[in-house]
């Protein structure tokens, strides 16, 4: 391995989220069979938040949720702590089945979520580090720059303002962060900063003090309607809903339903005074770029910076690694990237690596809804946008279970159907042809093309994306 490690350095162990307030042994386990009224399958963000709702809304109703782990184990508490308005998926996708009117109204959902996560931390005392210091988007050489004035003007078109996303002069972007080989940068106010397990174990101390049985330490092996079937009952209930994103694909009947995609982070030693003096970062921006093998980071509460990727993107089989291991290749590889994003940052060491495993639908747009027939629901394929758009999922599967017609339930991603992936090995070979075809893209759009280079137009029309 070349990059350099601190004397403490772990690899995997869930996230360095964890380690850093001590990962918690699993609650109480479910301990015969349970008759209720709403059967939660996932304790991450998605079913957290759904009960929260759900028992805000009906304090009579009985809610129980089923982790295999503990709450928060999976991407819920390894994520990159982005509450971003990002819409988890094309507009134009959206916009075909449902048009350009209720795609626009999604999107302004989206943004208006991060303000309600905000609020009900405030309202629960859940201190999650939170820092809504927006989103900065950045461009290095040509080639990026052309994507993010393209992408700008797409989001005029779709009603971005001025005051949703703007392009940063020189001047400005510098002031706010210094990105070696910067030539462009945009700035949106609708992101915020997040520690991602304090934000899980605080949402789920909130719904265990609102009455809902959290049962941890509880695999589900199969969903069927009106039941939820562990290894150590089964739990009935007029409403099962699946909140299990990028697992999804270790149940029973749902291998090909989304395609369980990693995502892998390293984080640094806390930098000190005269290194963010260089960079700056003063107001804890989540910072993107327009690389087709993209990099998402932030400066952390404790002042250091953790950076993600997707290292190697996918397992033969739809396999998960639970844990979060994560392969040298992958850290040597983001640790290079951080350096030449901020060179000033070399001084430091890596303090801690991890990966998580993310939802994708064949279609790369999200879903939520409901089986009035059956009872069964269903919320993920968030694409890496799931810490704000699981809020949304829950507020909309509340609303769905209580047999309301809210404008959350008349959204265009309510319902919404999409074909399964291919067959092995087709699945295998067409992801990491993308990723491998994007590696190159960069590549060759780092030695000065001017134009996005027709290689990840390639890898886009492989798999959709």
Known sequence: MNAPLSPDFVNGDVSFWYRSLGIPAPGGRLDGDREVDVAIVGGGYTGLWTAYYLKKADPSLRVAVLEKEFAGFGASGRNGGWLT??????????????????????????????????????????DADIVKGGLFNVARGPAQEARLRAEIAGQREWGWTEEDVRLLTPAERDERLRVSGAVAATWSPHCAR??????????ADAVRALGVD????????EIEPGRAVTPYGAVRAAHVLRCTEGFTATLPGHHRDWLPMNSSLIVTEPLPPEVWETIGWEGRELLGDMAHYYMYAQRTADDRIAFGGRGRPYLYGSRVDDRGHTHDWTVDALWGLLTSFFPAAASSRVAHAWSGVLGVP????????????TGLGWAGGYTGHGVTTTNLAGRTLRDLVLGRETPLTGLPWVGRRVRAWEPEPLRWLGVHSMYRLYRVADAREAGGMRTTSVLARVADMITGH
């Not at 997040?194 to 949402?203: H, N």
């Not at 959290?214 to 092996?221: A, K, Q």
Request: aromatic share 6%; hydrophobic share 45%.
């Open 85 to 126: 308005g990002a819409l988890a998926g094309s507009p134009e996708r959206y916009a075909k089945t449902h048009g350009r009117e209720a795609t626009q109204r999604l999107q302004r959902e989206m943004f208006a979520a991060i303000d309600e996560v905000i609020a009900v931390c405030a309202a629960e005392g859940i």
């Open 214 to 221: 959290l049962f941890e330490g509880t695999p589900v092996t």
């Open 362 to 373: 064949r279609d790369w747009c999200a879903t939520v809804g409901l089986d009035r027939a």
């Open 194 to 203: 997040v520690q991602p397990a304090k934000l899980a174990r605080g949402l």
